[in-house]
């Protein structure tokens, strides 16, 4: 939304008063300004100043009106002239020497100015790449106040910068993750470049140390690369929070891994502003729980509303705001409180009771949106030794972008993009099952109990594995295998309600 | 057949008396007295009042009300090994499939008992055992704790043959609350067994009197795990009173809980490794093998077959049995095959577990 700066300046006791809902920092933009002005070799006019903010009923936050403040002085006071900022839209913070810092969001700003009908926006250096992503405005960066009026005065210009998306996204990204660094786990591989291919959320249960989050960290690698629009999507939710971190644009799938202790705010955005939450800023990439059932149940439920629609409706008193939040879903958890039950090689020191506990919390909503959920064993020595060529990322990520590809296509009519989005009452229409993979599924509603949700979850998997097997229809090994994947837990808890 | 007004009586009187006979039997060693006087003798020796004449209608209306059927020694059906007990429990309680009582006076039982904080290894021994002598037709007793008991219950129900639970409280209560799927599973295709009235909340030394029956019911008593002073060696020493037999799973020697089993070997239990070693007692060496298993499995392909053993040797994830990478999805593929002929099944953990 962009905002007005209007100054007055007229005879009274020198005062500088700022009106439309400002914010503390906006408050003190006054000293900013005051200081930068001055140092810069400019006037600071000592009489009584009014600046206005409009719209006034909304609130302003933060130090990025500081630049907007400082023209509108100096036109007000004639030391610019109005016209030379007719047009212009101004962001950036002030020190008190003149120079200016970064502000968060620059990409969204610059979209705003462009969409309000401004044709230029200046701002501080640091941020012009990224708001140069923006086509439709000119885009230049300054160091200094000065170094701003000395462009509106025509003394000396400052050049337009553009910056090319493309460009960024096709420069290679060298080093980081693979997952030839982990050394067997084979099943857990297995499953996780299902999970990529489809676009499946993923539940690993296994014992400390069984290398459960460095497969986790690796699952960006085998994903397809971002696509232009998907990174300009990420760029602008991390430029909103300040993750950039110099970058003009996000280029891999982001990575985010909360810690356990994160509240429900934390998870999917909230606060004053409000700001985006972790499912916001995993946009397009991987969210990460580790220890899931360590995380407070709201905020668990929390996840329910992103999981199912991609996008976080937040209400606040003063504003409210949606972020989109499309990710995968990676959680893992132990299998019991001491991590070793079913662990063939240490014993567990749990009691009974504290395990059934344990896995209880682990049920609900939140489990229905987890299609695969894989066990993952403590590597043994012969499996760390094995030298065996292991499959790099790149390899992977090669038959999950072909299977990718097979969906788009066959998904292009009903808007979904990958398997996992496909709706129960899709499922019919979109999976060409075979005569005895069919026969595999009902057995399996009938022998063990699958419940029809846990069958639909089942019929998704086993859509992408015959995707990445290359087979347009699914076979009984792809509805099997999908069947191995499947929350084990549905029996267990049909024997209990019978009981 | 329900039990006769006397037997009944003998119940309601034990319930009303636990809390003296709890004063009493602090000492285990005079429990098993106090269990043998007759009610007179015991109103005396707990110096109580008698507990009025109408006890045994009230208890026997609470058990039609709770579901449960009920025995007594003056029942045909009643299992006569029990007999032998000095102090035999009059009335039994019972829900689940009556019919074992019949299977429990022609075949001869075995209890499986152990600790209720088992290792891995321990669990996995007692629920194959409870899988194994399941499927063979021999029921499985237990005490439905946690541990051991459970798994050997859990065994015998996914081999799909009878296993009788013996309860400390009443046989309409899921005791432990943690087990009560397993109550659930058993009350529909096993028996639980009792001696105390619907409703009764157990006192200590009902434990102690718990196992003589488990050790009454079976011809042999095997500890899988315990440590020295386990409750589970009391149930030994019931049936090696009672001139059955006893066997026991060897552990490894530094292990706590090996020390009970261990401490039995030496004495001179029987070594049991698996259900066979079991039967060879039970039947006599090779005695049943003519018999006819009662679950053949069906014939496997020759991939299934090599799966089925991995799995039943204990290795619980397709990593672990794969072995290559390219291997894994049919590995993944077959195991879910296996589990939809009822072979393997899936545990909370995420482990496969051999099944009937």
């Given at each position: 939304m962009p905002v007005a700066v209007e100054a007055d300046i007229h005879s009274g006791l020198p005062a500088f008063t700022i009106v439309g809902l400002p914010d503390a920092a906006v408050q003190e933009s006054r000293e900013r300004v005051r200081a930068a002005l001055v140092n810069s070799g400019f006037d600071f006019p000592l009489r009584r100043i009014t600046v206005n903010l409009a719209p006034a009923d909304l609130r302003k936050a933060g130090p990025g009106f500081d630049l907007g403040l400082a023209a509108a002085l100096?036109?007000?006071?004639?030391?610019?002239?109005?016209?030379?900022?007719?047009?212009?839209?101004?962001?950036?913070?002030?020190?008190?020497?003149?120079?200016?810092?970064?502000?968060?969001?620059?990409?969204?700003?610059?979209?705003?100015?462009?969409?309000?009908?401004?044709?230029?926006?200046?701002?501080?250096?640091?941020?012009?790449?990224?708001?140069?992503?923006?086509?439709?405005?000119?885009?230049?960066?300054?160091?200094?106040?000065?170094?701003?009026?000395?462009d509106l005065t025509g003394e000396a210009e400052l050049a337009r910068?553009?910056?090319?998306?493309?460009?960024?996204?096709?420069?290679?990204?060298?080093?980081?993750?693979?997952?030839?660094?982990?050394?067997?786990?084979?099943?857990?591989?297995?499953?996780?470049?299902?999970?990529?291919?489809?676009?499946?959320?993923?539940?690993?249960?296994?014992?400390?140390g069984a290398g459960k989050s460095m497969l986790a960290r690796r699952v960006p690698t085998i994903l397809p690369p971002l696509s232009l629009e998907e990174a300009l999507e990420t760029t602008r939710v991390h430029s909103v929070a300040g993750l950039l971190g110099g970058r003009p644009l996000v280029t891999r799938r982001p990575f985010r891994a909360p810690h356990h202790s994160t509240s429900a705010p934390g998870l999917v955005g909230g606060g004053r502003g409000p700001s985006p939450g972790e499912v916001s800023l995993a946009l397009n990439g991987v969210l990460f729980l580790d220890e899931l059932s360590e995380f407070v149940r709201p905020a668990l439920e929390a996840l329910r509303q992103p999981l199912e629609e991609g996008v976080v409706e937040i209400s606040r008193a003063q504003r409210a705001a949606s972020f989109p939040a499309r990710f995968m879903l990676i959680a893992a958890t132990n299998p019991c409180p001491c991590g070793h039950a079913g662990d063939a090689r240490r014993d567990c020191s749990c009691h009974p009771v504290a395990v059934a506990r344990h896995q209880s919390k682990l049920s609900g909503p939140?489990?229905?949106?987890?299609d695969l959920?894989?066990?993952?064993?403590?590597?043994?020595?012969?499996?760390?030794?094995?030298?065996?060529?292991?499959?790099?990322?790149?390899?992977?990520?090669?038959?999950?972008?072909?299977?990718?590809?097979?969906?788009?296509?066959?998904?292009?009519?009903?808007?979904r993009r990958c398997n996992a989005e496909m709706r129960a009452a899709q499922l019919r229409g979109l999976c060409d099952l075979d005569e005895s993979a069919l026969g595999a599924l009902a057995d399996a509603r009938e022998r063990i109990g699958l419940s029809m949700r846990g069958h639909d979850r089942a019929l998704r998997v086993a859509r992408t594995i015959a995707d990445l097997a290359g087979s347009p229809r699914i076979l009984r090994e792809h509805a099997t295998e999908a069947l191995s994947y499947r929350d084990h837990r549905g029996g267990r808890q049909l024997s209990g309600a019978a009981a | 057949?329900?039990?006769?007004?006397?037997?009944?009586?003998?119940?309601?009187?034990?319930?009303?008396?636990?809390?003296?006979?709890?004063?009493?039997?602090?000492?285990?060693?005079?429990?098993?007295?106090?269990?043998?006087?007759?009610?007179?003798?015991?109103?005396?020796?707990?110096?109580?009042?008698?507990?009025?004449?109408?006890?045994?209608?009230?208890?026997?209306?609470?058990?039609?009300?709770?579901?449960?059927?009920?025995?007594?020694?003056?029942?045909?059906?009643?299992?006569?090994?029990?007999?032998?007990?000095?102090?035999?429990?009059?009335?039994?309680?019972?829900?689940?499939?009556?019919?074992?009582?019949?299977?429990?006076?022609?075949?001869?039982?075995?209890?499986?008992?152990?600790?209720?904080?088992?290792?891995?290894?321990?669990?996995?021994?007692?629920?194959?055992?409870?899988?194994?002598?399941?499927?063979?037709?021999?029921?499985?007793?237990?005490?439905?704790?946690?541990?051991?008991?459970a798994a050997a219950h859990e065994g015998a129900l996914d081999g799909g043959g009878p296993t009788v639970a013996v309860l400390a409280c009443g046989a309409d209560t899921a005791y432990p609350r943690g087990n009560l799927a397993l109550y659930g599973r058993v009350a529909r295709s096993g028996l639980v067994v009792s001696e105390m009235p619907p409703g009764f909340r157990p006192f200590r030394w009902c434990f102690p009197a718990r196992?003589?029956?488990?050790?009454?019911?079976?011809?042999?008593?095997?500890?899988?795990?315990?440590?020295?002073?386990?409750?589970?060696?009391?149930?030994?020493?019931?049936?090696?009173?009672?001139?059955?037999?006893?066997?026991?799973?060897?552990?490894?020697?530094?292990?706590?809980?090996?020390?009970?089993?261990?401490?039995?070997?030496?004495?001179?239990?029987?070594?049991?490794?698996?259900?066979?070693?079991v039967l060879d007692v039970l039947f006599g060496p090779d005695g049943f093998r003519s018999r006819d298993r009662k679950h053949a499995t069906p014939t496997l392909s020759a991939e299934l077959q090599t799966l089925l053993d991995a799995v039943e040797k204990g290795e619980g994830t397709a990593e672990a049995i794969a072995g290559d990478p390219a291997a894994v999805p049919q590995v993944l593929s077959g195991l879910a095959e296996l589990e939809l002929l009822g072979l393997v099944r899936r545990e909370a953990g995420g482990c496969y577990l051999r099944c009937s």
């Open positions: 100096l036109a007000a006071s004639g030391q610019i002239t109005p016209e030379s900022l007719a047009g212009r839209a101004l962001c950036g913070e002030l020190g008190l020497d003149g120079s200016l810092r970064p502000v968060r969001g620059a990409i969204v700003i610059a979209d705003a100015a462009r969409r309000a009908g401004c044709r230029g926006l200046v701002l501080p250096r640091d941020n012009e790449s990224e708001a140069a992503l923006v086509a439709g405005i000119d885009v230049t960066g300054a160091d200094s106040l000065t170094q701003l009026v000395r910068h553009d910056c090319d998306a493309t460009a960024l996204l096709a420069t290679p990204l060298g080093g980081g993750h693979d997952m030839s660094d982990v050394r067997g786990q084979h099943g857990a591989k297995r499953a996780l470049e299902i999970a990529a291919a489809g676009g499946h959320n993923l539940l690993m249960i296994g014992p400390p939140l489990l229905d949106r987890i959920v894989i066990r993952v064993e403590m590597p043994t020595r012969g499996q760390l030794a094995d030298e065996k060529a292991e499959s790099d990322s790149l390899a992977i990520r090669t038959r999950v972008v072909r299977a990718r590809s097979v969906q788009a296509r066959r998904l292009a009519s009903c808007g | 057949m329900s039990a006769c007004d006397a037997c009944l009586q003998r119940s309601a009187l034990l319930a009303a008396a636990a809390g003296a006979i709890e004063r009493v039997a602090r000492r285990r060693s005079r429990l098993p007295a106090l269990l043998a006087l007759h009610d007179r003798d015991l109103v005396a020796a707990l110096k109580i009042g008698h507990p009025d004449r109408s006890a045994a209608a009230s208890v026997a209306a609470a058990a039609t009300a709770r579901g449960l059927t009920t025995t007594c020694a003056h029942a045909a059906e009643f299992p006569r090994k029990l007999d032998a007990l000095p102090d035999r429990a009059a009335a039994l309680f019972l829900r689940g499939d009556r019919s074992i009582l019949d299977l429990l006076r022609a075949e001869p039982a075995a209890a499986v008992v152990g600790s209720r904080r088992a290792s891995t290894y321990g669990l996995e021994v007692s629920r194959r055992l409870g899988r194994e002598l399941a499927a063979c037709g021999v029921p499985v007793v237990s005490g439905m704790a946690f541990g051991v008991d196992n003589r029956i488990m050790a009454g019911l079976s011809s042999m008593t095997i500890v899988v795990e315990g440590a020295a002073d386990s409750g589970s060696l009391i149930t030994a020493n019931f049936a090696a009173e009672l001139g059955r037999d006893v066997g026991a799973v060897p552990g490894q020697v530094t292990s706590g809980l090996a020390a009970g089993p261990n401490g039995l070997l030496a004495d001179g239990a029987h070594v049991v490794r698996d259900a066979s070693d």
